[in-house]
T-cell receptor, first 114, second 112 residues
Framework: EAGVTQSPTHLIKTRGQQATLRCSPI?????VYWYQQALGLGLQFLLW???????NRGNFPPRFSGRQFPNYSSELNVNALELEDSALYLC?????????????FGPGTRLTVT | KNEVEQSPQNLTAQEGEFITINCSYS?????LHWLQQHPGGGIVSLFM???GKKKHGRLIATINIQEKHSSLHITASHPRDSAVYIC??????????????FGEGTQLTVNP
């Protein structure tokens, strides 16, 4: 069974540009979570999608947005990139949401903003 | 104060030693997760606990809901156990789902 996949592996952008990161969950999983791990900082929750809807978002500005497609894959968009957006962005997927389910993480996309 | 606190931040052990990493949390949870992160960033879920104790190979995780505390134990540690171990909690429910709040991680180095 294929795990969670993310693309691209690395992404280099210039300040002010937009970045698009993609995630494909494990087959059968409907929830997709995005997390940010900035250099020297811990992991922080960004966004949660389930059944095509944004269910919850962390303490990040509106320029961080995304969507979930009918096949449950997801896209994270970061507009007006700032230097401090440089980080490892991890996607995770799980079954449903009414209780806590184990999350399976993708390999991450390393975003560098210059 | 962080909602999830881990100790120690760094831990160096000799191969074969018994290792304990502690995690305390201050919020209501439906589950606590122990994760392992290797250099390069990949994260693997080791355990998800809501009560009691779980064992997988040389790894044991326990949780005390009343005291809001969990421990991860590694028996007979090996250099391949060297990684960052992260404690995370999930609130559960329709609003927050399985979104994770993370501790800062424990960097474990096991020397041969």
């Amino acid at each position: 069974e294929a795990g969670v996949t993310q693309s691209p592996t690395h992404l280099i952008k210039t300040r002010g540009q937009q970045a698009t990161l993609r995630c494909s969950p494990i087959s059968g999983h409907t929830s997709v979570y995005w997390y940010q791990q900035a250099l020297g900082l811990g992991l922080q929750f960004l966004l949660w999608y389930d059944e095509g809807e944004e269910r919850n978002r962390g303490n990040f500005p509106p320029r961080f947005s995304g969507r979930q497609f009918p096949n449950y894959s997801s896209e994270l968009n970061v507009n007006a990139l700032e230097l401090e957006d440089s980080a490892l962005y991890l996607c995770a997927s799980s079954f449903g949401f009414l209780t806590s389910y184990e999350q399976y993480f993708g390999p991450g996309t390393r975003l560098t903003v210059t | 104060k962080n909602e999830v606190e881990q100790s120690p931040q760094n831990l160096t052990a000799q191969e074969g030693e018994f290792i304990t990493i502690n995690c305390s949390y201050s919020v209501g949870i439906s589950a606590l997760h122990w994760l392992q992160q290797h250099p390069g960033g990949g994260i693997v879920s080791l355990f998800m606990l809501s009560s009691g104790k779980k064992k997988h190979g040389r790894l044991i995780a326990t949780i005390n809901i009343q005291e809001k505390h969990s421990s991860l134990h590694i028996t007979a540690s090996h250099p391949r156990d060297s990684a960052v171990y992260i404690c995370a909690v999930s609130p559960g429910g329709e609003t927050s789902g399985s979104r994770l709040t993370f501790g800062e991680g424990t960097q474990l180095t096991v020397n041969p």
